[in-house]
Structures are given as structure tokens and as C-alpha cells.
């Protein structure tokens, strides 16, 4: 069984520009991995199947499954008569806005370019990925990113500051559709792409605090007022900024100081079940 790591990621920005002719919104974001990752094992199959096996109720074992899709069009591009199990071993919560299910997908991607010797770059990978899912070509890149398009177009950035990241998610799940939906585009706060940007090129953790913006923030707030609660108390607790991510419904705070980051996770511990405390992975796979 060959083994991949496919690990989690968080918007430091997200701004949504306009609605684009083919029903996706053109959006311009820097997103960045951490350490929380699922494993996916990738066991070849003579029968020609594909077969996804996961102990968490919540993940679909079918063609919905990203992980699937990947494998299959993999499959079907290159007319590869090998079948293959994935397992999924879930770590990244479900519906979380921290592109657990596009990870899945993107290290499925690289584990079977390598199980089938396919010999594909990144860059292939990643435009097959984009077929996929507006977040599977940054997955398959992982590092730091500025992503613009619907999410596909991938330029490259440096680590951001090194600090702790807190997550945590509530007990519900957020339809990105749904946020999008309730998203009208002349109310939209544009978070300051180009001063995150220079953050991160200039180390600079104040600025980077200062930048982080979510243009989705305001709609998945209203539709749920828990993520706000969450927001709130994180802040109290001492993180320096505080942003939820993706379309949630997943709160990150940023904190530079290692003495913190227990009193933040504790507190949060107090009422919400799935807090993580991580680091910053920031710089690019060498899988890829």
C-alpha cells in the first residue's frame, strides 16, 4: 500500500470579484497548508475498480467522492486497465472549509501518478485537478499560494511568518453553494489582497494579521451565528487574528507566542468539540 499525506489548508484572504459567464465566481485568495492532513493509501487492484473505504460516516464512498473522480479521470485519460482501493484515514473534519475533501483528491492524484507511472508534472497534475474542483489545483501544489479564476490559477509564494494556528469548527456543516448563493457582490468587503501579499514576501507578521479578510465571512455569519460566537471567544482567549475559512464553517486563529496557544485551545475545548492546535506547513510538498 502506498501511502500519501494530504494535508489541510486555510484562506488568509478570500475575495470574490464577480460572477463569471459559466456560473462560478471569480475570486482572488491566498490560501496556505497546515499540519493536519488526512492519509490515503492507494492499493492497485486487478479488477479494474475503484473502490473508496473510509471509516467516517459523513465521507461518500461513491462517484461523489473527489478522491474517486480523481482516480477515475486519471484512469479514463490515460486507459489504465488497474483498478485501485483508497482508504481514507479522516483527520481534516468534513464539510469544514479547510478543502479536506480536495486534498483527498489532489493526493490521489500524485500517489497513483507515481503507482501507475504516469509520469506527469505538477503542472499536469494541477490542470487535472482543476477539473476536478476549484481547490484541488492548490492542493496538488500545497504550499503557499495566491489562487485567482474560480481557484485554479496558482502562483506561488513564499512561507508566510511562522505561528501557531488554532482551528476550530462547530457542529455543522456549511453548503459552499448556499454561501455563494446568499454572496451579493456589491456588498462584498474586499479584503487587501496586495498588503497580505507583502506580508508574506516581507515576513511580516503584524501586516499579515492586519490583511486577513474573507469576503464569504458575512454571509456564512448570518446563516449560521455559532461561527461568529467562536470568532469572538478566540479572540478573547488571546489570538492575534482571527478568520474562518473557505465558506466555513471553521474559525482559524493566528498566534506567534507558543504560551498562548494552550489557554486559546482549552477555551475553546469548552464548548466546541473539533479544536486543532497546528503549525504552519507553508512551503511546497516536495511530492509534488
Known sequence: MLYVKAPAKINLTLDVLHKRPDGYHEVEMIMTTVDLADRIGLEPRSDGLIRIISADRYVPDDHR???????????DTYGIKEGVTIVLEKKIPVAAGLAGGSSDAAA??????????LK????????HGAK???????CVYGGTALATGRGELIQELP???NCWIILAKPSIGVSTADVYGGLKINEV???NTKDMIRAIHEKNYE????????????????LHPEVSMIKEQMM?????????????????????????VNRIYNGLRGFCDEVYAVRLLGERDSLA
Open 159 to 161: 512561507a508566510p511568518p
Open 120 to 127: 506527469l508534472t505538477a503542472d499536469q497534475l494541477a490542470e
Open 189 to 191: 468587503v474586499h479584503p
Open 207 to 222: 501586516l499579515m494579521c492586519e490583511a486577513m479578510g474573507n469576503a464569504l465571512e458575512s454571509v456564512t455569519l448570518k
Open 236 to 260: 478573547k482567549f488571546g489570538a492575534d487574528a482571527v478568520l474562518m475559512s473557505g465558506s466555513g464553517p471553521t474559525v482559524f486563529g493566528i498566534v506567534q507566542h507558543e504560551s498562548r
Open 108 to 117: 490521489t492524484l500524485k500517489g497513483l501518478n507515481y503507482l501507475w507511472d
Open 65 to 75: 467522492n473527489l478522491a474517486y473522480q480523481a482516480a477515475k479521470l486519471l484512469r
Open 132 to 138: 476536478i474542483g476549484s481547490d484541488v489545483s492548490f
